[in-house]
């Protein structure tokens, strides 16, 4: 259910928050719900979630006829997917937005790294700019042979931007990628998310460190990360471990 529902969240450009909106909606309804659950009752409780937690925090949500049509195949009652909404308003008491794992990396990665993460679409943006910047290297060394020293001291800075930029851009998506791949597992999916959080940007700066080459995770980076989130070294190094060893198995 949770790989599906990324897909369909992805496929409709919903905003990363909107998937793990949905997760809690799902996981919150399921603890609190008073009538036993079967398995069979999951997909309409997961396109209900989505429904809602679109409605919640997308620019432009996805409509009941989306729902019903190209999500749910027709499958699903409208009368049901309505009924259930309401349910789940009541057990979770209309607190629809619980903090989530990305609440945390926002804040996570904008304190410990100067990383802001904005919207699905400024981190599109990020992407097409960091792109751009991989493609205009070459050029970039070509020009620098046949200038002055001062010029190509010029274009040191502007290559050294631009490498940062493709860096920063490597690190959200990662951190993103990994938090919603644990999602898929039981133990890690039930940690606390901020514990969530640091784990995967540790684990996002290794795999980064290897893409780049480049020492990315230093004593000032651990103790930014300890410090901001009020986690203890071992505890950031234990549930890294497991994020790291999902994403080395993950199928």
């Not at 989505?50 to 006829?65: C, G, Q, R, T």
Request: aromatic letters at 6%; glycine letters at 4%.
């Amino acid at each position: 259910m949770i790989d599906w529902m990324i897909e369909v969240l992805t496929n409709f450009k919903c905003d990363d928050q909107t998937f793990f909106i949905a997760v809690s909606l799902q996981d919150r309804y399921a603890k609190g719900c008073a009538n036993a659950l079967e398995v069979s009752d999951l997909h309409v409780i997961g396109v209900t979630a989505m429904f809602v937690a679109s409605k919640f925090e997308d620019i432009y949500p996805l409509k009941m006829k989306t729902v019903h049509e190209k999500i749910a195949h027709s499958k699903l009652d409208i009368e049901k997917i309505k009924h259930l909404e309401l349910d789940i308003m009541k057990v979770i008491k209309y607190k629809i937005h619980a903090p989530t794992v990305l609440d945390f990396l926002k804040v996570y990665l904008l304190e410990s790294l100067g990383i802001s993460i904005q919207s699905k679409t400024i981190t599109k943006k990020k992407e097409e700019e960091a792109l751009a910047s991989n493609a205009s290297h070459g050029q970039q060394d070509d020009k620098m042979n046949n200038e002055q020293e001062g010029s190509a001291q010029g274009e040191d800075k502007t290559q050294e931007d631009s490498e940062l930029k493709v860096q920063e851009y490597l690190i959200e998506k990662m951190t993103i990628y990994l938090a919603k791949m644990s999602m898929h597992d039981n133990d890690l999916s039930a940690k606390p998310p901020s514990l969530l959080a640091v784990g995967a940007i540790y684990v996002a700066l290794k795999i980064c460190e290897q893409l780049k080459r480049k020492d990315l995770i230093n004593s000032t980076v651990v103790t930014k990360l300890i410090q901001v989130s009020h986690m203890g070294e071992d505890e950031i190094l234990e549930v890294s471990q497991k994020v790291l060893y999902l994403a080395q198995n993950f199928d």
